[in-house]
């Protein structure tokens, strides 16, 4: 099929002079004219975004009345603690808790840094200090919100004392998480550190007397459940097993959680006298937060997430 380009042929005086729309200076003008409200459309847009953004904001802030909160995305715990304080604490405070799921831990931390999100609670401080060592991320935790339960596994035996000598343990391989876990089975009396040691820092090279021989190995995080078959038993966060569905039985030792592994609230640490930040502070040290950790029955929460033990 063809097109036949039709020209206005004539024009008076004061007529508007020949336009050409099939090409020439003609259509380029037409173009650069459309170019021209297209990009005033996209400067006025990104005006008024900049604008709504500036009204969300609270005046001597970098923050608004919505807190996003990081937390780890696998953590059906740590999401329904967030959810608690939006719907029980946060309205008493003129604020919306707004809980943002990511499982990369250095994604996490580094849009915590940033400022994207005002706070995060998916690390306790030692694993934060590994962290600010290794990346140089500047952050700040503002104290302990609740304890992760922390407890020994196993889909072989039914208590601590029915473990064989020689039973293999898989551990988290990250060197807080590996010391958490010496320091249970420490504190359950089945071995000894040597004089000195920090327990909250212990290795297998710390370790004075192991009588029963237990060996160890090592897993990833979050590998708890799934190692479950594989060895004698495994030292891992609650959470991890109950989000798998792991029957309650197969916990066989469950000590209180010590307070030098308790959940921390993390915060930029530029934003530290952001006054919004200050606001922060006290919902999460509410009072009722950690009673409300201590008597609920919600199975999202209840011996996955415990209150902040006095030691």
Partial sequence: MSTTRSTLDTHTPGDRPEIDLGGGRGRRWILLAVAGVALIGVVVALVLRFAADDEKTVAGSHFSDDFAIAYQASSASEQAFLEYLDKEIAPDY???IDGVGIEDGNQLDQATADGKYIANIYQHKHWLQQVTDSTG???????PVFQWSYSIYSARFGSLEEL??????????DPANTAQALWILERAGVLTFKDGVNPWAATEQDIASNPRGFR???MEYGAGPRTLDSVDAVVDYNMSFVD???????RIYAPDAPKEFAGQLVVGTAYLDDPQVAKLKKVFFDPRVQEYLATNDDPDLSGQLAPVSAS
């Fill in 94 to 96: 003129g604020v919306h």
């Fill in 137 to 143: 991320m500047r952050l700040t935790a503002l104290g």
């Fill in 164 to 173: 064989p000598d020689g039973a293999t343990i898989a551990l988290l391989n």
């Fill in 216 to 218: 160890f190995t090592y």
């Fill in 244 to 250: 798998a569905g792991t029957p309650d039985d197969q």
